[in-house]
């Protein structure tokens, strides 16, 4: 989320968000979201749970605006 408010999705997240409503508003079960989103049906329940709690901004990266993890300090290269 930015300063205004507003969230950034990918193309993916937005894929992802329309699956994980409805699940959450049952017009989808969990296993064909799970085969729709290859992920496991575990996976689908984590994110419904997050989509519950936070809304659309628990469907977003944690990562979003981070350095990655495999990224080597300035002095390195």
Do not use: F, W
């Not at 290859?38 to 350095?67: D, F, I």
Request: net charge positive; with cysteine; charged share 25%.
């Amino acid at each position: 989320m930015n300063a205004t408010g507003t969230i950034t999705m990918t193309m993916h997240e937005v894929d992802r968000l329309k699956v994980i409503e409805a699940v959450a508003e049952c017009r989808l079960k969990p296993g064909q979201a799970a085969d729709r989103l290859s992920l496991s049906v575990r996976q689908v329940e984590r994110l419904v749970l997050r989509y519950r709690a936070a809304g659309v901004a628990g469907l977003v990266s944690g990562k979003r605006g981070r350095p990655s993890n495999h990224q080597l300090p300035a002095g390195k290269v």
